[in-house]
Structures are given as C-alpha cells and as structure tokens.
C-alpha cells in the first residue's frame, strides 16, 4: 500500500522545538521531491519547505527560515522538519506531499499527501 505517514507533532510552548517525520510505504521516497505544507483554520495551505529530488536543494518560505531545517533519511525513507523557536504562529496541521524531480510552490502539483499531524504552539 502507497501511504506517507506523518508524527511527531504535538502541543509546546513556545520558543519550543518539534521534530516532524514522514515516512513512505510501498514507495521508494528518495525518487521524489518531498514538501512540508501546513494549514491552519480559515487560512491557505502554505508550502513550509522542501527538498529536490535532484539537486537536494532545499526551500523555505521567510517566516520559518533559520528556524526549519528539511532533511532526508534514505535509510528510513523518511523525510524530517525540524522546527525550532516555535511560535504561536507555527500552529497548524502540518502535512507532508510528493512530487516528481523537484520541488513547486503549488499544493495542487503534488501526488502523494499524508493525513498530516497536528502542531500547537501555546503557553
């Protein structure tokens, strides 16, 4: 069965960290460019980042970058966003998407999506 299946999320305070993972099932994660998208309610999704497929070349949308870092574990075949210095602004559920070679700033370009996990940044 072809699934991705995101952990990792949860409730911390902020200026805490969080370590998201999504791991693939009946398919070879490494061939494919790998985004993290969050939603929060009554907003857009939003691509966070990415990783290509070819190049390994990473993006970040402004409001994360120094604080998102996207990673590959080919081993795993599994894909990590570790967040740090969390704000309450990060909360959203979080989910993670495939799409051939490389990476696209629109949601609707990816094949594969997680059921996603849930983020909560709150005192």
């Known amino acids: 069965q072809v699934q991705l299946v995101e952990s990792g999320g949860g409730l911390v305070q902020p200026g805490g960290s969080l370590r998201l993972s999504c791991t693939a099932s009946?398919?070879?994660?490494?061939?494919?460019?790998v985004g993290w998208f969050r939603q929060a309610p009554g907003k857009e999704r939003e691509r966070v980042s990415c990783?290509?497929?070819?190049?390994?070349?990473?993006f970040y949308l402004a409001s994360v970058k120094g604080r998102f870092t996207i990673s590959r574990d080919n081993a795993k075949n599994t894909v990590y966003l570790q967040m740090n210095s969390l704000m309450p602004e990060d909360t959203a559920v979080y989910y993670c998407?495939?799409?051939?070679?490389?990476?696209?700033?629109?949601?609707?370009?990816?094949?594969?999506w997680g059921q996603g996990t849930q983020v909560t940044v709150s005192s």
């Open positions: 998407a495939t799409r051939p070679l490389i990476c696209n700033q629109n949601y609707n370009t990816y094949d594969r």
């Open positions: 009946g398919f070879t994660l490494r061939y494919s460019a």
């Open positions: 990783i290509n497929r070819t190049d390994g070349k990473t």
